[in-house]
């Protein structure tokens, strides 16, 4: 017999959309996945003393300029408390990354202008696999590090996924990784490989998973 109490001693997950409050909180779960994430760590030069500090501010800039362009954003909340996030930007958000002045200039001042080149350089190479017509993109997704392997992660993607479907703009979500165990996941979730980008000694990887307008998916077979 069930007493009520399995909800409290088990709440259930929750999607939200994030707003300005959940800022703060969101820059602590990206911060914590993306410290040593391959990509990040040569991007922006992690021998060099300062990449904790080059690591939050990009993903201060990042977080910032997603909500300052009203770019989705989502999270799993699990008892009052925020697990996971993620930020999409619609289809062709990406492309104008370079031509962002003043978050460029931001960028520059805070992580310096080498690696901000090495950044703008790397997003253009993306660019040049994207599927055509272009697909929306995850350039921040995140777990808590207390929450992770309890499958927050899989329930955040589904959503990002049927977000990507009610925007018949785009043509799936494309997504990357310098971290290769995150591949079988991936592969998983129906994801493929649309190529890789050499960064020093390592490849990332990026993948592409087409997304059906939600009408379509609805529609009879």
């Given at each position: 017999?069930?007493?009520?109490?399995?909800?409290?001693?088990?709440?259930?997950?929750?999607?939200?959309?994030?707003?300005e409050s959940?800022?703060?909180?969101?820059?602590?779960i990206l911060f914590h996945a993306y410290?040593?994430?391959?990509?990040?760590q040569y991007l922006f030069d992690h021998r060099r003393p300062g990449y904790e500090q080059r690591v939050r501010a990009t993903i201060r800039e990042l977080i910032d300029l997603y909500l300052d362009l009203n770019q989705e954003s989502i999270?799993?909340?699990?008892?009052?408390?925020?697990?996971?996030v993620a930020f999409i930007g619609d289809p062709d958000l990406r492309l104008n990354l370079?031509?962002?002045?003043?978050?460029?200039?931001?960028?520059?001042?805070?992580?310096?202008?080498?690696?901000?080149?090495?950044?703008l350089d790397y997003h253009?190479?993306?660019?040049e696999?994207?599927?055509?017509?272009?697909?929306?993109?995850?350039?921040?997704m995140g777990v808590n590090p207390q929450y992770q392997n309890r499958g927050f992660g899989r329930l955040l993607l589904s959503a990002?996924?049927?977000?990507?479907a009610d925007n018949p703009r785009g043509s799936g979500l494309v997504l990357d990784t310098g971290n290769s165990r995150y591949l079988p996941f991936y592969e998983s979730e129906g994801f493929r490989s649309l190529g890789k980008i050499r960064l020093g000694d390592f490849e990332d990887h990026v993948l592409f998973r087409e997304v059906c307008p939600a009408e379509k998916q609805a529609a009879p077979g």
């Open positions: 017999m069930n007493d009520g109490n399995d909800k409290k001693n088990n709440p259930e997950p929750v999607i939200v959309r994030l707003d959940a800022r703060n909180e969101a820059k602590s410290l040593r994430e391959p990509t990040f999270g799993v909340m699990l008892d009052n408390t925020l697990v996971a370079a031509d962002q002045i003043s978050w460029r200039i931001r960028m520059v001042l805070t992580t310096g202008f080498a690696c901000t080149r090495r950044y253009q190479k993306i660019k696999m994207l599927p055509q017509p272009l697909a929306h993109q995850l350039p921040l990002v996924e049927r977000l990507c």
